[in-house]
């Protein structure tokens, strides 16, 4: 077994008692509502629920048994109390004479009344033939001895002779309200079981239908029976009871729902219960208790799965269910579904799950407040070591700490700044003194801005500050990230000075010249006044290149520049385009004689002879000239024309002439690479590269860099290095990016297609990042081909993004609310801030070849890149190494926590076919990803056990 096979088992076995353990809560419900049920401590409110459910679905009475009621009526008609036994009798006659079928008389006969009249009574029911039923009944009474017993009343033996006896007992429940009812009592039937008849005579006690309305019994007053005032039709063919329902009587009984009904409707309603089939029973105990623990098992997984607020709900739906379902069954058939027990499973799996939840919240709260320590940590990690300096300050503008760097920056201890005002770093912001006016000052969230620092009392140094405001605990605190730039700042007037002039010859290059140029035309349109270009181009400079050296040829531009120098005045410009061409604007030159003049003069300076290193050199030279506005309005037409002017007199070997449209023939030197360009994105003569990308961790392909070649129908194939510069000076860049854009979206969505599920990245130029139409353009090709944004990467340079930080900002930022990713290319080469990545909301660093490929060369690099790695993570980037040539600079990356590798080791940049073919047989590949790779051992995890 493998250690990784072994800690899984015990994992495993770990979990078996902690699944066991979940279902215990649930378990422990369950018992304690089947115990309280079995115990019988939910009755109360099941007879309340189940009184209730009587309400809700009201029953008319059949109809075949009518009241006989000796009702209030009746006692005052009759005006004599106790009535007479013959009233009985008479009664008894005029129902048998109208129909009646059988009469129970629920009217106690025990005790002898006067002979005449018990013999008028005993006559009635003897000729009745059996048609009516007496009442026996317990009653408790007082022995000899005193002591109470339980005796039973039956009526005097000459009534019992002719009639039938029913027991007209009932029980009350604990709470004094009758429920049940039995169908035999001892050796006799009950009263509404005699009346329904012998197939209900030997059923177990049931309870009463309550649904079924008293009101809707047939009722008839006993006195309009005696008295003969009654239709017959209401009693032929119907059972009677005769019964007291006067209140003054005393015979009420208290039940569910109608609070208290005579004594004789207790049975009549008994009676309609069994001949409607309704003699209810509740749910036996098995079913209940299958249902408690369906029920709380349910809800614990329901629960379980639901938010708390649902599961309020979903309790609510429960309780609502459960007693809908017990009422809807109750109505269906003759069953009382006792609800309180189930009611009560769902009330407490709620509470259950409620109790649980906090508690897991509090463990959340445990691991969150572990897991904010560990940040914290690292923070702080971060900050110590951080190459800029930071310093916090309360709003008023008093610093609360500083970093080491900080310290370093401000040449000052921590006692010296902590405490005091942040305006002795800084004098500019000496003033302020209230949160807003330090915002302002900070530049709070914006982009870095440059301040003066003060260092010590003597010295001051230009620094670049971005700020930011946390707020925290109710407390303000600013934040800013500090950066000495002295340094940048020559670097980069020495790299303007540099990009602006020749390195040799110290004179302006392309770039100034093109600028100078550019002003001389608009004062030119301005006084409507002309001037002229010469290009200059030295005749056999390649000889003395190629014999001499190219020390010599070099030695030999400079003292051409110095003579160049003398000849032309203060207000010409003369610049070296590279090479031994050379050119010149003549501003006051008003005609083409002045310029030939000038050219003239040109000319006999290059070509005198020099001394050079005991060398006496001679070289000529051709020179075009082109005038403004006769033949250009613009810099690069009047330099084109100029070209071809020179171009022309070298080939006559005029030494000078002047721009002649006649002679302007189809020269390739005045194909201008732009135009080529130009056409060569609109005639398809660029092709894509891809390079993968590959996910360290796994070592599996993730992205893959788009980059761009041309195949130029005459020179070839040609690097990007050759021609991107080209394309951003003359504005094409932007027609190439989208044919990048548009061609790379594409190729994706035939890889996703086919089932790869890679990412694109696609390199944006630095111009573009001044550029606002970009956001559109890269909006319209996702669209165009329904890519997921998610899926694209653009590459900015780290150089491109200082230039204009707070355009660049702007402008990444509308790009990653698109969607798509924005990864930070060649980091290392420029000098972005802490800060301002922060800002920027970057979601991949590019370490910079130049590092990755020398990293185990110089332990410095390898510093640099270790401390990236940490930086990029604290602020939540990936890193990206470009470079990776080695396995052992690919180990080495790995071990530093690098997320993804790119470079030769993995693949050169192949066209789509190579790619395809890549994808699929590389290890890398998507496709090998259930395989285990092979032929890489050393980078392979599995057999390292
Ligand atoms: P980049 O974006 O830094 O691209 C990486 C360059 O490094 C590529 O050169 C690639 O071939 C090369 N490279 C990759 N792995 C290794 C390695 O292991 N060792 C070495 N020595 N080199 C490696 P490529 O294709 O010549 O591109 C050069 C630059 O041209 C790119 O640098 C990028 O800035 C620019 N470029 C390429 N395509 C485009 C494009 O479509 N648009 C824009 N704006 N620029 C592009
Ligand atoms: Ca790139
Ligand atoms: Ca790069």
Redesign the pocket.
């Known amino acids: 077994m493998t250690i990784d096979a072994e800690t899984n088992a015990a994992s495993r076995r770990s979990l078996l008692p902690q699944r066991v353990m979940q279902f215990l809560p649930a378990a422990a419900v369950t018992t304690f509502i089947t115990a309280i049920y079995l115990l019988g401590g939910l009755v109360v409110v099941d007879n309340k629920l189940s009184d209730f459910s009587f309400t809700l679905n009201p029953r008319p009475a059949s109809g075949n048994l009518v009241l006989v009621a000796i009702d209030p009526k009746s006692i005052e008609k009759l005006e004599i109390w106790p009535w007479p036994r013959r009233f009985h009798a008479q009664v008894i006659d005029n129902l048998l004479a109208a129909g009646a079928t059988q009469i129970a008389i629920d009217i106690d006969f025990s005790a002898r009344s006067r002979p005449e009249e018990d013999r008028i009574l005993q006559d009635a029911v003897r000729r009745s033939e059996g048609r009516v039923t007496l009442p026996a009944f317990s009653q408790l009474s007082r022995a000899d001895d005193g002591s109470r017993i339980l005796s039973e009343s039956v009526p005097l033996p000459e009534f019992r002779q002719h009639a039938r006896l029913a027991s007209v007992n009932v029980r009350p429940d604990p709470d004094g309200l009758i429920r049940r009812i039995s169908t035999r009592d001892a050796d006799k039937p009950t009263l509404s079981a005699a009346l329904a008849g012998s197939n209900f005579q030997n059923m177990e006690e049931f309870r009463i239908d309550y649904s079924i309305v008293p009101s809707s019994v047939p009722r008839l007053s006993y006195a309009d029976i005696m008295e003969g005032q009654f239709d017959p039709a209401a009693v032929s063919g119907k059972m009677m009871m005769i019964g007291s329902t006067a209140v003054e009587l005393g015979d009420q009984l208290a039940v569910p729902v109608y609070q208290t009904v005579p004594g004789p409707m207790i049975h009549i309603l008994a009676y309609e219960t069994l001949v409607q089939g309704r003699a209810l029973h509740s749910l036996a105990t098995g079913p209940m208790v299958f249902f408690i623990i369906l029920l709380t098992f349910g809800m614990d997984a329901l629960f379980r799965a639901l938010s708390w607020r649902q599961s309020a709900i979903g309790a609510g739906i429960a309780l609502c269910a459960v007693l809908g379902a017990a009422y809807a069954v109750q109505a269906l058939a003759p069953v009382i579904v006792d609800t309180a027990a189930m009611l009560l499973a769902v009330i407490l799996s709620f509470v259950v799950s409620v109790i649980r939840r906090s508690d897991q919240q509090a463990i959340r709260l445990v691991f969150q407040s572990l897991d904010i320590r560990r940040r914290d940590i690292m923070m702080r990690h971060v900050v110590e070591h951080s190459f800029d300096g930071i310093v916090t300050t309360a709003p008023s503008g008093i610093v609360l700490s500083v970093n080491p760097a900080a310290m370093k920056i401000f040449g000052q201890g921590e006692t010296n700044i902590v405490g005091g005002h942040i305006g002795k770093l800084f004098p500019e912001l000496a003033g302020s003194e209230t949160p807003e006016q330090l915002a302002r000052q900070l530049h709070v969230g914006e982009a870095p801005h440059e301040l003066r620092g003060q260092r010590g009392t003597q010295s001051s140094f230009p620094a670049e500050v971005s700020a930011s405001r946390v707020e925290q605990d109710d407390q303000t605190v600013f934040t800013a990230f500090v950066r000495d730039i002295t340094e940048r700042k020559q670097q980069r007037q020495t790299l303007e000075h540099q990009a602006r002039h020749d390195a040799l010859t110290g004179l302006p290059n392309r770039v100034m010249f093109q600028e100078r140029i550019s002003e001389i035309i608009a004062q030119a349109a301005q006084s409507e006044s002309s001037f002229a270009v010469l290009l200059l181009d030295l005749d056999r400079f390649k000889e003395v290149n190629d014999t001499l050296g190219h020390h010599m040829g070099d030695r030999l531009l400079e003292q051409i520049a110095i003579r160049l120098g003398t000849v032309v005045s203060e207000t010409d410009t003369i610049a070296r385009f590279g090479g031994d061409e050379f050119a010149v604007i003549l501003p006051s030159a008003r005609n083409t004689a002045d310029a030939s003049d000038t050219s003239r003069r040109i000319l006999s300076a290059v070509t005198a002879p020099f001394e050079l290193a005991s060398l006496t050199l001679e070289v000529g030279g051709s020179i075009g000239i082109a005038m403004y506005p006769e033949h250009g309005d613009e810099p690069e037409s009047l330099v084109k024309c100029a070209d071809v002017a020179m171009y022309i007199a070298k080939a006559a070997q005029t030494g000078v002439a002047v721009y002649d449209v006649e002679k302007d023939v189809n020269s390739v030197r005045y194909l201008t690479l732009s135009g080529d360009l130009r056409r060569a994105v609109a005639e398809d003569e660029l092709v ?2 891809y ?1 993968p990308k590959i996910n360290l961790k796994d070592q599996r392909v993730v992205a893959t ?5 041309w195949i130029h129908p005459v020179h070839g194939f040609i ?3 050759d021609f ?1 510069d080209k394309a951003e000076q003359t504005g094409v ?1 932007r027609e ?2 989208y044919w ?1 854009l548009d061609k790379a979206l594409e190729q994706l969505s035939r890889w996703h297609a086919s089932g790869h599920t890679i990412d694109v990245a ?4 630095a111009r573009l990042l001044n550029d606002r139409h970009i956001v559109e353009m890269v909006s319209d090709g996702l669209a165009k081909w329904n890519t997921d944004p998610a899926s694209l990467i653009l ?1 900015v ?1 780290e150089n491109a993004l200082m230039a204009d930080p707070s355009t660049a900002m702007a402008v990444t930022t509308a790009l990653s609310e698109l969607g798509v990713r924005i990864s930070v ?2 980091f290392g080469t420029g000098y972005s801030s802490l800060g301002y990545l922060k800002d920027l909301q970057a979601d991949e660093l ?1 370490i910079d ?1 130049s590092f990755v ?1 020398a990293i185990l060369e110089d332990a410095g690099n390898e510093t640099i890149v270790r401390s990236t790695i940490g930086l990029a993570h604290a602020l939540g980037m990936k890193v990206v190494a ?4 080695t396995t052992e600079i690919c180990d080495l990356l790995e071990n530093l926590n690098c997320d993804v590798g ?4 993995f693949s ?2 192949l066209n789509v076919a190579d790619f395809d073919e890549w994808l699929t047989h590389s290890e890398w590949g998507v496709n090998l990803t259930s395989q285990t790779p092979v032929g890489n051992p050393a980078r392979d995890p599995v057999s390292v056990a």
Do not use: H
């Not at 860099?705 to 070649?709: K, T």
């Not at 696609?762 to 130029?765: E, H, K």
């Not at 790119?902 to 080791?905: M, S, V």
């Open positions: 894509l590269f390079q860099e788009a980059l761009v070649r690097f990007p290095d991107i860049i190439l990016t990048v696609v390199n944006m130029s590459e340079t290319d060649d590019k070849k490929m470009e470079g990776v040539e790119q470079g030769y080791l050169k940049p």
